[in-house]
């Protein structure tokens, strides 16, 4: 079977201290089909010299202002002229170097539209602050405030050509309106890879201050409301809560 063709997607900004560790382990990626794209917001440190200084091992990079990282990842999807995509922000990097050999792996032997894995939260000096270990989904799950981990979530391109792109209008629950679009609303097929395959350093968007995470919950409401969770105030309730276990 011929391989299929992984874009993956890089999102930066002003991310100096992290953009090294992201690509060096993309690099590192023994998967032998892929088109790694890099959308930096303006960064204003010394971010797009270290980017431009890996140029060889990457596709497509653009450096321009935008509206955020959801609508950076949109360009990027855009940009992407693979058949499978995924995201690996400037502060995460990847734990193994056959994670995207595995991927399309699942994707070629379990006859399914997305896959997602496992990861671990870490401080800035790698220690484990959490672990996200996902099991695998059954229908009606978002309902009790289930989600899969974003940076471990690879889709088919047609999805998102079919199903849209992120929504700009779900701040930072832009990325579980998607996944809760794709998979609970539409049902696409969703195989889950149990392995862990990615580290993400903690201090995402949504979680900066205590405003910032009622801002979060609000938008979490709205996407749970729009695409058919039963009962959207306990999904609020109970996604959070989830969380609770990561940390044993």
Known sequence: MQN????????????EKTISRCIDSVIAQTYPDIEYIVIDGASSDNTIQIIESYKLHISFFVSESDLG??????????AATGDIIGILNADD?????????????AFKTQNT??????????????SIIRKWRSGTY????????????????YAKKS?????????????????YELMVRFIH?????????????VNMQIGGI??????????AWNFDYRAMKKNGIRYPLVGVIFKPLRKVFQYV
């Open 113 to 126: 539209d997305a896959v997602y894995a496992d990861l671990n939260y870490i401080n800035p000096n790698g």
């Open 138 to 153: 059954k229908q009606g799950f978002f309902n009790w405030g289930w989600m899969p981990p974003h940076p471990t979530f």
């Open 159 to 175: 999805l998102f050509e079919n199903l849209g792109l992120y929504d700009l209008n779900y701040g930072s629950a832009a990325d």
């Open 206 to 215: 949504s979680n900066k201050n205590g405003f910032a995470r009622l801002r």
């Open 69 to 78: 990282i959801y609508d950076a990842i949109n360009k990027g999807i855009n």
């Open 93 to 105: 990097f990847f734990v193994y170097i056959d994670v995207l050999s595995d991927i399309a792996e």
């Open 4 to 15: 299929l063709k992984i874009s993956l997607i890089t999102v930066t900004r002003n991310a």
């Open 185 to 197: 609303l539409k049902g696409v097929r969703l195989a889950y890879l149990n392995k862990l395959i």
